[in-house]
C-alpha cells in the first residue's frame, strides 16, 4: 500500500491531474504558518460564502468548456438575470415567481447560445462574445441603467442563514458542483456530452446527436448563470446592470485551473471546484495579511500560468 | 452458407461520375469476404451504399434475403450492420468501457433518476472483449492510453458485440505495426467462428490470402472477378486489380 502511495506521488501525471488540489493544500499550509487567522471555521466559513457565487459560475462555465466551448455571455448573462429578477420582485411577482424568471432568463441567453453556435455553425468563442454585447445593452436597457435595491427577509436569510455551522449559500453552491459531478461520471447524457466535446465524428458516428448536446449544455450553463444571479442579489441587495468581467474571468480561470482541457472532452467538476477556491483563498490570504488589493490581480494570473505549466505534466 | 448481405447490379453516379457500373457482391455468415481494388475504383462507394451514407440509383441491396434501402447509418445499425470506421470513432478521453457502451448506456433506476449501471458496464465489456481480443487491454483505462492495436481491436470488438450480422472494415490494419497486425487478424479469425459475416477492404494482399474466405475485385466501378481464396494465388488477383487478363 505504502509501494502504491509512492508510486503514485512519483507520477508526474498524479501532480497535473491533481494540479488545483495541491495548490490549494499549498495556499491554505502557507496562510496558516503566516496568520493565525486563517485556518479558523469563521474565516473558512466566510471564505466558502465568498467563493459560493464563483462555484456556481465556474461550474456553468465547466459545462460549455467540455464541449470544446467557452460562455464569454456569463459577464452579461449574470447581470441581466439579475436585473430580471429584482425588477420581477420590486414589481410584485413575489419571490417563487422572481426565481422562476431569473432562472429561465439566464436559461434563454444560454438557449440562444446554443442555437447560434449548433444551428447556425457560429465558433463558441464568436457566439457567446456578440451575445455578451447584446445582453449587456439589453441589461442596461431594462433597468435604465441604473443598479437598484432589493429587500427581501428570504434574500437577507439566503445570504446570512445557516443549518448548524454550514451556511445556507455555499450549501446551493457544493450541491450544484456534487450534481454536476455525477452528471458527468454516472448519467448517459453526461457521457454523451463527453464524447461530444471528446470526439463529435466518434459521437455522431456512435449515433450521438452532437447538436442537441451542444444546446443542451449552453442550456444548463444559461439556467446555472439565473441561479448565481439570485445568489448575488442576495448577496449584494440590489441589482446592478454592469458586466461582471472577473467573475467571467474567474470562472475561466477555475475552470482551467482545475485540469479541463479547454478543447473539450475532459470534465474535471471537482478540480475546478478546487480551482475556484485556490482563487478565493488567495484573495481571503491577502486581505488577511493586509497585502494590498493591488498585488491580488498578479498573484491570481501567476498562478493560472503555473497550474497551466503543471498541466502539461498530465497523462 | 447462408448469405447474410447480396448485391446485385449496384449503380451509383456523383453527377457525371459513374462511382458504380453494377457491382455484385455476397457476405455468407461466418466468412471473412475480401473485397480489393486499386485506389478510385468504387470500393468505398460500395460500402456506403451498403450502410446508408448514399443511396444507389439502382439495383438490389439484400440483407438477410430481404431488399433494404438504409437512408442512414443508424438505420444500418439498427438491424446489425457495423462499420469500422479508419478513424476508430473511439473517444480517448473516455474508458474502453465508456467506448464500448457509447449510445447503448446500461442503466438503473427510475424515471429521471436513471443512473449509468457502471459495474455492470466494466463486467460485460470484460467478458465480451477478452473472449476476442489477443491482447486484453483494462478496461478502466482510458483510450488515450492504449497503443495502434489494442484501439483497433476495441473497435472491432465493439462492431461485433451488439449482435451484429454485419462487420464492414477498411483497412483495419494499415496503421498497425507487424505485431499488432497479428492481434487483429487473429480477432478477425475469433469472429468467424462467432458466425458473424465480416467485409474487409485491404490493400495488403497477403493479408487477403491470409484471412479471407473469399475475394472480390473491383474495377472502375464493377467487381470484375470473384474466388474463393483457396482457389487463386496473388500473381492473379494483382493481375485482375491492375487489368489484365481474369
Known amino acids: 500500500m505504502t509501494n502504491r502511495f509512492g508510486a503514485v506521488l512519483k507520477d508526474p501525471g498524479f501532480w497535473g491531474d491533481n494540479a488545483a488540489l495541491i495548490g490549494l493544500v499549498v495556499i491554505g499550509a502557507v496562510f496558516s504558518v503566516l496568520t493565525p487567522f486563517f485556518l479558523t471555521w469563521p474565516n473558512i466559513s466566510d471564505l466558502l460564502v465568498s467563493a459560493s457565487i464563483l ?12 464541449t470544446g466551448g467557452i460562455d464569454l455571455s456569463i459577464a452579461a448573462n449574470l447581470p441581466w438575470a439579475a436585473v430580471v429578477f429584482g425588477l420581477a420582485y420590486n414589481g410584485g411577482l413575489g419571490m417563487p415567481l422572481a426565481i422562476i424568471a431569473a432562472i429561465l432568463s439566464g436559461t434563454l441567453v444560454g438557449l440562444i447560445n446554443g442555437l447560434i453556435i449548433a444551428k447556425l455553425k457560429v465558433n463558441d468563442f464568436i457566439a457567446t462574445l456578440g451575445m455578451l454585447g447584446v445582453m449587456n445593452g439589453v441589461a442596461l436597457i431594462v433597468s435604465g441603467g441604473q443598479s437598484f435595491a432589493v429587500n427581501s427577509h428570504f434574500l437577507q436569510s439566503l445570504a446570512l442563514g445557516s443549518i448548524g455551522p454550514i451556511r445556507y449559500f455555499y450549501l446551493i453552491a457544493i450541491l450544484i458542483a456534487v450534481e454536476a459531478h455525477l452528471v458527468f461520471t454516472h448519467t448517459a447524457f453526461g457521457t454523451h456530452v463527453l464524447a461530444t466535446g471528446g470526439n463529435r465524428d466518434a459521437a455522431r458516428n456512435m449515433g450521438i446527436p452532437t447538436d442537441r448536446m451542444k444546446i443542451a449544455v449552453y442550456v444548463i450553463d444559461g439556467a446555472l448563470v439565473g441561479l448565481a444571479a439570485i445568489l448575488l ?10 458586466l461582471q468581467t472577473s467573475q467571467l474571468l474567474t470562472s475561466i480561470a477555475s475552470v482551467v485551473l482545475g485540469g479541463s482541457s479547454l478543447f473539450g472532452g475532459r470534465a474535471a467538476v471537482l478540480g475546478t471546484v478546487a480551482g475556484a477556491l485556490v482563487l478565493t483563498t488567495l484573495l481571503n490570504g491577502f486581505t488577511l ?10 498573484a491570481v494570473g501567476i498562478v493560472v500560468i503555473a497550474a497551466a505549466v503543471l498541466s502539461r505534466l498530465q497523462k | 452458407m447462408t448469405a447474410i448481405l447480396e448485391i446485385h447490379d449496384l449503380r451509383k453516379s456523383f453527377g457525371a461520375v459513374e462511382a458504380l457500373r453494377g457491382a455484385e457482391l455476397t457476405c455468407p455468415a461466418g466468412e471473412v469476404t475480401a473485397l480489393v481494388g486499386d485506389n478510385g475504383a468504387g470500393k468505398s462507394t460500395l460500402i456506403r451504399c451498403i450502410t446508408g451514407v448514399h443511396p444507389p440509383d439502382s439495383g438490389t441491396i439484400a440483407f438477410k434475403a430481404a431488399p433494404i434501402h438504409f437512408t442512414s447509418p443508424t438505420e444500418a445499425r439498427a438491424v446489425g450492420i457495423e462499420t469500422v470506421y479508419q478513424d476508430l470513432a473511439l473517444v480517448e478521453d473516455l474508458t474502453v468501457w465508456q467506448n464500448m457502451y457509447l449510445n447503448r448506456e446500461l442503466k438503473r433506476g427510475l424515471g429521471p433518476f436513471r443512473w449509468l449501471d457502471r459495474r455492470r458496464m466494466i463486467e460485460e465489456t470484460q467478458a465480451k472483449l477478452s473472449r476476442l481480443l489477443v491482447n486484453m487491454p483494462p ?4 483510450v488515450r492510453r492504449l497503443s495502434g492495436g489494442q484501439r483497433q481491436s476495441i473497435s ?6 451488439w449482435g451484429s450480422a454485419l462487420v464492414i472494415m477498411d483497412e483495419p490494419t494499415a496503421a498497425l505495426g507487424l505485431r499488432e497486425r497479428g492481434a487483429v487478424e487473429t480477432l478477425i479469425g475469433n469472429l468467424r467462428g462467432e458466425g458473424i459475416a465480416q467485409l474487409v477492404i ?6 487477403v490470402m491470409r484471412i479471407s ?3 472480390w475485385v473491383m474495377r472502375a466501378g464493377r467487381t470484375i472477378a470473384h474466388w474463393r481464396t483457396q482457389e487463386v494465388d496473388r500473381t492473379r488477383i494483382v493481375a485482375a486489380i491492375a487489368g489484365g487478363e481474369v
Open chain 1, 55 to 66: 462555484l456556481v459560475l465556474a461550474t456553468a462555465q465547466q459545462f460549455s468548456i467540455v
Open chain 1, 233 to 242: 442579489v442576495a448577496r449584494t441587495g440590489g441589482s446592478d446592470p454592469s
Open chain 1, 289 to 298: 495579511l493586509q497585502v494590498s488589493e493591488y498585488y491580488q490581480p498578479i
Open chain 2, 139 to 142: 478496461v478502466r483505462a482510458k
Open chain 2, 156 to 161: 472491432i470488438g465493439r462492431a461485433a458485440s
Open chain 2, 202 to 207: 485491404s490493400h495488403d494482399l497477403e493479408q
Open chain 2, 213 to 215: 474466405d473469399s475475394v
